[in-house]
Nanobody, 125 residues
Framework: QLQLVESGGSLVKPGGSLRLSCASS?????????IAWFRQAPGKEREGVQC????????NYADSVKDRFTISRDNAKNTVYLQMNNLKPEDTAVYYC?????????????????WGKGTLVTVSS
């Protein structure tokens, strides 16, 4: 089975940047999955952030981060990243990566087949 693990979460001041990583802890390749980032802020429901297909096509789930966050993948490192710039307090959340068996399309949260356990990002002064 595919096992995902996130890393890179930290405490950062408003306006700062972080890069989150999503990797396969089982050693299985991520090449044939669409990979998405979701987040869940304190007291709120989980929401989609961005998703990337096997071929590198990006879907933005949240317009609020469209110009600040960038999802990418490095197949040689078997890793998917979420570069987060100009962070705001409202970005504070647990960030999850998830994988979809469909390599060609980014679907909804309910279509994701594998989930990581999340990494915490806290944006505060």
């Amino acid at each position: 089975q595919l096992q995902l693990v996130e890393s890179g979460g930290s405490l950062v001041k408003p306006g700062g940047s972080l890069r989150l990583s999503c990797a396969s802890s089982s050693g299985a390749t991520l090449d044939y999955y669409s990979i998405a980032w979701f987040r869940q802020a304190p007291g709120k429901e989980r929401e989609g952030v961005q998703c990337i297909t096997s071929r590198g096509i990006v879907t933005n789930y949240a317009d609020s981060v469209k110009d600040r966050f960038t999802i990418s993948r490095d197949n040689a490192k078997n890793t998917v990243y979420l570069q987060m710039n100009n962070l705001k307090p409202e970005d504070t959340a647990v960030y999850y990566c998830a994988a979809d068996w469909d390599p060609n399309f980014c679907h909804q949260e309910s279509d994701m087949d594998y989930w990581g356990k999340g990494t915490l990002v806290t944006v505060s002064s």
